[in-house]
């Protein structure tokens, strides 16, 4: 069983940055693709972006394309997300996720491990 603990949340003005870590418990964390996913108020879950095994492959949701950026440390069992020129829409409950299966996965079907979330809210 894998545990993810997500942290680096909170609020930020408009045009602002934050920086979002996923710690990961267990030693097999380089045996999986990791995800970043976000809910806002009312909407359903979306894809943000996805980081294979060796962090060689990612792939974005075309919104954050340019600004957002993830990045893993498999020493660290940690996968982030810089997340830069932030907008009131990018206001939500993120949460990062963990999956075996495949090649940067992009659906949140394809993930088995999820963490709590943490809420980026953006000021306008």
């Known amino acids: 069983q894998v545990q993810l603990v997500e942290s680096g949340g909170g609020l930020v003005q408009r045009g602002g940055s934050l920086r979002l870590s996923c710690a990961a418990s267990?030693?097999?964390?380089?045996?999986?693709?990791a995800g970043w996913f976000r809910q806002a108020p009312g909407k359903e879950r979306d894809f943000v972006v996805a980081i294979s095994r060796s962090g060689s492959m990612t792939t974005y949701a075309d919104s954050v394309k340019g600004r957002f950026t993830i990045s893993r440390d498999n020493a660290k069992n940690t996968v982030y997300l810089q997340m830069n020129s932030l907008e009131p829409e990018d206001t939500a409950v993120y949460y990062c996720a963990l999956t075996e299966r495949g090649l940067v996965p992009r659906k949140g079907s394809e993930y088995d491990f999820w963490g709590q979330g943490t809420q980026v809210t953006v000021s306008s």
């Open positions: 267990g030693r097999t964390f380089s045996t999986y693709n």
